[in-house]
């Protein structure tokens, strides 16, 4: 993946964690002692993915195999973080 894209990638899935943390009080209080995160990291890797396959587009290029690994690690890395929102 280009340092470009990787560090546009980067900083969207740090704007989706810290949009998360917005909306966490609310969904802690409408699903009390239920942990989301599997839920909440599923919606973010989704709308991340969609953004990184954006990008290519704009670009009128298709990422490769090893693009698609390098997004799976980038992503893979966030996940603690949001495991962390929820305890």
Do not use: W
């Not at 560090?7 to 966490?24: E, P, R, T, V, W």
């Amino acid at each position: 993946m280009q340092k470009e894209l990787y560090d546009f990638m980067k900083n969207h899935m740090d704007l989706l964690i810290g949009q998360a943390k917005s909306y966490l009080p609310f969904v802690k209080n409408a699903f009390p002692n239920t942990n989301l995160s599997d839920a909440c990291f599923n919606l973010i890797v989704s709308n991340a993915f969609y953004v990184f396959l954006s990008q290519y587009a704009m670009r009128i290029q298709s990422p490769s195999e090893q693009d698609l690994a390098e997004f799976g690690n980038l992503v893979s890395q966030y996940r603690a973080k949001v495991d962390e929102m929820f305890k």
